[in-house]
């Protein structure tokens, strides 16, 4: 019996006939169309902050970066939801809650450099002659190493 591989459709077309796909397309959509109107009503400064979480019988779920945000829409909350209910889609909204989510994004350090300059290099280096263990010497040799391998321009 020989093995006959599916015919690979386009993604369009899995997400149109595929119920379970389908499901969670539309509900993405939903989604997007809710934080479209959400950010309409939002100062421009806090639209990158805050997100729809989620959105069940008359409770919208709102996630924000950082609680700086989060206090800015409690304080906001009674004028946001008269806003929100004008809309067709939050016809039926009753309670906005807010919760904090920080980014998950790793960033890189933002604090200064320490750069290990020739001079310390070559003290650690000197020391590390005078050193009996092996592990400890290897170690400085090592750090020592960073220093050296800089420019001076660098």
Not at 25 to 51: D, G, I, T, V, Y
Request: aromatic share 4%.
């Amino acid at each position: 019996m020989a093995f006959r591989p599916l015919q690979a459709r386009a993604p369009a077309v899995l997400l149109r006939e595929a119920r379970p796909l389908k499901a969670i397309f539309n509900h993405a959509q939903r989604l997007a169309h809710l934080q479209r109107l959400l950010e309409s009503q939002l100062q421009p400064a806090a639209r990158e902050h805050c997100h729809v979480a989620s959105w069940r019988e008359g409770r919208l779920l709102l996630v924000v970066t950082d609680g700086h945000w989060a206090t800015r829409l409690r304080y906001q909350q009674k004028r946001l939801v008269r806003q929100l209910v004008l809309f067709s889609e939050f016809a039926n909204l009753t309670r906005l809650e807010v919760r904090v989510r920080p980014a998950t994004i790793h960033r890189a350090a933002t604090g200064p450099c320490r750069d290990l300059s020739i001079a310390a290099a070559e003290t650690i280096s000197e020391t590390a002659e005078g050193i009996r263990d092996p592990k400890l010497k290897a170690a400085l040799e090592r750090l020592a190493a960073h220093g050296k391998a800089r420019t001076p321009d660098a």
